[in-house]
């Protein structure tokens, strides 16, 4: 809860006002998310269980820290965009979601569920940045 409030007091001060400090946070917390991601994606190429336990149990860690409101979700988002933030709470759920399913999933019956769970979660964090970026 403390925590949540933390990263809820960051988020809204970044948005307001691009203090450089709590923009490295966002940025490295993002970074993380993005280099779990590359793992997981070798370790399904590659065949390796092992690796892909690591990187989805390292990216559900990491992605606790996007789980928060909407108030703080929507000040996360251009003041334009602002009236979408649904979209925004909905991406980081479904990353949530889709964790699950695949630390569910991970024996070699349904590798294929697997799979598709981690090219959902690629699609959610592009649905968010879609809405936060003009490309
Ligand atoms: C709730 C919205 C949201 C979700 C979901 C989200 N992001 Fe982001 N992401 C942002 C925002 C806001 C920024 C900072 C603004 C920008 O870079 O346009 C950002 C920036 C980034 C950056 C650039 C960091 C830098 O060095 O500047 C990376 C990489 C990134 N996100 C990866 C991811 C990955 C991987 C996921 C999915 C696992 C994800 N994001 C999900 C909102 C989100």
């Known amino acids: 809860m403390v925590k949540r409030m933390v990263i809820g007091f960051a988020l809204s001060a970044l948005?307001?006002?691009g203090v450089s400090a709590v923009e490295f946070d966002l940025k490295s917390n993002m970074q993380n998310l993005n280099?779990?991601?590359v793992q997981m994606q070798t370790a399904f190429i590659m065949g390796d269980k092992a690796e892909a336990l690591k990187a989805v149990t390292a990216l559900g860690e990491e992605s606790k820290h996007l789980?928060?409101?909407e108030a703080v979700m929507a000040k996360m988002?251009?003041?334009a965009q602002a009236h979408k933030v649904r979209i925004a709470t909905t991406s980081a759920r479904m990353i949530e979601e889709n964790i699950e399913t695949?630390?569910?999933n991970m024996d070699n019956l349904r590798?294929?569920?697997a799979q598709?769970?981690?090219l959902d979660i690629?699609?959610?964090c592009m649905r968010c940045h879609n809405l936060v970026r003009d490309w």
């Open 111 to 113: 590798r294929d569920t």
């Open 116 to 118: 598709s769970a981690y």
């Open 122 to 124: 690629q699609r959610a």
């Open 35 to 37: 280099k779990h991601m």
């Open 102 to 104: 695949i630390k569910a």
């Open 77 to 79: 988002l251009p003041k």
């Open 15 to 17: 948005f307001a006002t």
């Open 67 to 69: 789980l928060a409101d």
